[in-house]
Structure formats: structure tokens, C-alpha cells
């Protein structure tokens, strides 16, 4: 027999949620053949089985929170299907009992143990479980809202709180108004990506003193060399000529320039970083994730290239390890693929700024005395004025836009 549990990813990570169960109780299954699919704060991760057998237990549903080192599975030696768990370890005492010392160092795996009185099979979650055998609830008696008949949380809690008499009837008011509506509002828990990505942002806007300053950059000049280079730099590189290159490029000269844009604040202390990793923002199902490229000043523009469509293709399959995603000096993010005219980045971290890339929009400009019709970009730093000042951040974003607008320059320093 075999335990899956909860593996350890990093120190950062102490629990997840179950994204996806691939197998099913009584599946066969190999050695080294992915089961699970586990949803951290960082990245998705596949959990094998280190054994084959048959997939006999299931110890935690899609959904329920788990900590690291959890079993949430079991498989046992065997080639043909398993008898379905549910039925002995629920319904008899007797085969309940092996499964208690298993889970013993984990509260949630006790949950499958029944402690309903009653002979019949009552389906519920975990954390229902748990919940009732803290408040001595049989589940047999919860009437649970899901349609399906399975026991949730809320049914437990709900269940909990109906004996109490006409002081608790003010608080049920605005369920009853919220049961009204439900044809007109749709509820979606959110997912645990979701929410660190909200807490993290909510963290930066209260623990920096964020800032935002706006330039435009012609990009006349960029879009007429990679359309003269696109098709010999494809065929001698092997690679695609995108804007993001250039962006990169114009990034790493500039935070040499100014270098506490490329710093962070530890305690009383500005830590300056001799290193350029580039985070490039990138767009996913489950939200905004931030892969990073490496040393990106020691990188010519097909290597740029190369890693940032690398990265994006990983956050797409969700295969983003996180080596990908720590670290990171600096941010950019491109706001301008889903059309964005302008907008104020939050930046990410403890990093110091981030630059933001929008649309690009044909727009009446002055040059050289003459109003033309010129391909422009807003360009929006968001900085940490404890540590970066006016000047240095207008400097840095005044250096990206003449980059931008002279690019042999990059190409002679690539």
C-alpha cells in the first residue's frame, strides 16, 4: 500500500487546494503516473503515485484545502478495479478502523471516519465532517442545499446555528434576500491564485508609497526597423522579432542608468541589485502571473525572444515551475495587447517599479515644427517613492522612450 500525500514545493508553500483529480477510486495506476493536480499560491503541481496499483481511497475532494505532507490518497497492489472505499469505511465501524492511524497526522484525511448514528450513507466534504464532529452533529440530520444531496460546510454551520431561537432570525435576513436573487447574480468561489493575487497587490498598495508617471513614445522608428528585419532576423535566428525585445532591451540600459530603480527596501536598508531579471507579466485562465527572464542584459534580442515565449507557452500549460516565478528585479507588463490606452501598474513584490505598455494609436503629434500622424504608446512607470525620487523616475521612463525611438542604439549595445 501507498500514501499520496502533500508534497513540499518550497518553504513558502504550506498548503493547496485540489485542483483536479485525474484518477478516479478503482483506476489503475503506474508508477510515476500523475494523478492529481494540486493548485498552490505559485503554480500548479502534479502529484505521482510512487507506487502501482489501484487507486482504492480518496481522502480529499476537488476544492478542499490540504496541507503539505497530507495524505489524500491511497494506492494499493492490484490489477483489477477496487472496491469502491466509501461504502466499508462510512457504513461499518469495523473496516473504519485501520484508516485512523493513517490519518492521525493530518486532521482533515480522519475526515472519510463516519460518526452519523444512523445506517445510511451520507456524502459530505471533509471540512463538513470535521465540523460536525466538532459541534457533535450528526450529518444525517443537515439538510444540505446541493442539489445532489452532498453535505457542505455551510449546511454544517446552517444547521448549527437553526435551533437558536429570535435573536438569530435579524442576521438570516439578508441570506433570504440573497436566495431571491440568485437568479440574477452568480457566485464563484475564488480560486487560491485568485485571492494571493489580490492579498499581494493589497499588500503593495499599503506598504509602499506607489507612484505613477507617464511618458509617450513615438513608435515610428521601432515598427519600420522590424519590418524591414522580422523576416532576415526569423531565418538567421530562428526566432519571431516582437516588440518585447526592445522593450527589454531599453529597460536593462535604463536601470543601469538608474539603478535604484532596480533596488528593493529591507528593513532600513536599500539593497541595490547588480543583477538585471526581468519579470514580463503574462495572462492566464487563472490570472496574472509574472515568469521571469534571467540575466536579460547578458541576453541578445533572439534570446529575449526566445525566453518570453518559453515562459508565456509554460503559463498557458500551467507548467511553470517556481524557479520561474522568484526573484525578478523589475516588472513590465502590456496592458496595450487587450487594448489599454493608459493605466497606473501596481508594482510587484518588493520590487521598486514596474513599466507599463499600452496600445499603440495613431494620434496627431508635433515633429520638427509639423503636426504628423504618428504611430504613439503611453508608456506609466509605477515607482516606490521611499526610494526612487521625481527625478530619477522621470530620468528612467525619458530614457526608455529615446531608446524606443532611436532602436539601432539597442541593437549597437545588444
Known amino acids: 500500500m501507498a500514501e499520496i500525500k502533500v508534497p513540499e514545493l518550497a518553504e513558502s508553500i504550506t498548503e493547496g487546494s485540489i485542483a483536479q483529480w485525474v484518477k478516479k477510486v478503482g ?22 503515485s510512487e507506487e502501482a496499483g489501484v487507486l482504492t481511497q480518496i481522502l480529499a475532494e476537488e476544492g478542499d484545502t490540504v496541507l503539505v505532507g497530507q495524505v489524500i490518497a491511497v494506492v494499493e497492489a492490484g490489477e483489477g478495479a477496487a472496491p469502491a472505499p466509501a461504502a466499508p469505511v462510512e457504513a461499518a465501524p469495523a473496516p473504519a478502523a485501520p484508516a485512523a492511524p493513517q490519518a492521525a497526522p493530518a486532521p482533515v484525511a480522519a475526515a472519510p471516519v463516519v460518526e452519523e448514528t444512523t445506517g445510511e450513507r451520507v456524502i459530505a466534504s471533509p471540512a463538513a465532517r470535521r465540523l460536525a464532529r466538532e459541534k457533535g452533529i450528526d450529518l444525517a440530520a443537515v439538510s444540505p442545499v446541493d442539489p445532489q444531496g452532498r453535505v457542505r460546510v455551510q449546511d454544517v454551520a446552517a444547521h448549527g446555528t437553526a435551533p437558536v ?66 523576416d532576415q532576423f526569423f531565418e538567421s535566428t530562428g526566432s519571431k522579432l516582437g516588440f518585447m525585445s526592445f522593450f527589454t532591451k531599453a529597460v536593462v540600459a535604463a536601470l543601469k542608468k538608474y539603478p535604484y530603480v532596480n533596488a528593493q527596501i529591507s ?35 533572439a534570446e529575449i525572444e526566445d525566453s518570453i515565449a518559453d515562459l508565456a507557452k509554460k503559463a498557458r500549460d500551467k507548467k511553470l515551475g517556481l524557479a520561474d516565478l522568484q526573484g525578478g528585479s523589475f516588472t513590465i507588463t502590456n496592458g496595450g495587447v487587450f487594448g489599454s490606452l493608459m493605466s497606473t501598474p501596481i508594482m510587484n513584490g518588493t520590487q521598486a517599479g514596474i513599466l507599463g505598455m499600452h496600445t499603440i494609436k495613431k494620434r496627431p503629434v508635433e515633429v520638427n515644427g509639423e503636426v504628423e500622424i504618428r504611430p504613439m504608446m503611453y508608456l506609466a512607470l509605477s515607482y516606490d517613492h521611499r526610494i526612487i525620487d521625481g527625478k530619477d523616475s522621470v530620468g528612467f521612463l525619458k530614457t526608455v522612450k529615446e531608446l524606443l525611438e532611436n532602436p539601432e542604439d539597442l541593437l549597437l549595445n545588444s
Open 27 to 48: 483506476d489503475r495506476v503506474e508508477k510515476g503516473e500523475f494523478i492529481v493536480e494540486l493548485e498552490t499560491d505559485k503554480v500548479n503541481a502534479e502529484i505521482i
Open 165 to 230: 431561537a429570535a435573536p438569530q432570525a435579524a442576521p438570516a435576513a439578508p441570506k433570504a434576500v440573497a436566495a431571491v436573487d440568485e437568479s440574477r447574480v452568480t457566485v464563484e468561489k475564488m480560486s487560491r491564485r485568485r485571492q494571493t493575487i489580490a492579498k499581494r497587490l493589497l499588500e503593495v498598495k499599503q506598504s509602499t508609497a506607489m507612484l505613477t508617471t507617464f511618458n509617450e513614445v513615438d513608435m515610428t522608428n521601432v515598427m519600420a526597423l522590424r519590418s524591414r528585419k522580422k
Open 267 to 301: 528593513g532600513d536598508e536599500i539593497h541595490l541589485n547588480n543583477f538585471f531579471d526581468i519579470g514580463v507579466a503574462v495572462s492566464t485562465e487563472e490570472g496574472l502571473v509574472v515568469p521571469v527572464v534571467r540575466d536579460a542584459d547578458r541576453k541578445n534580442f
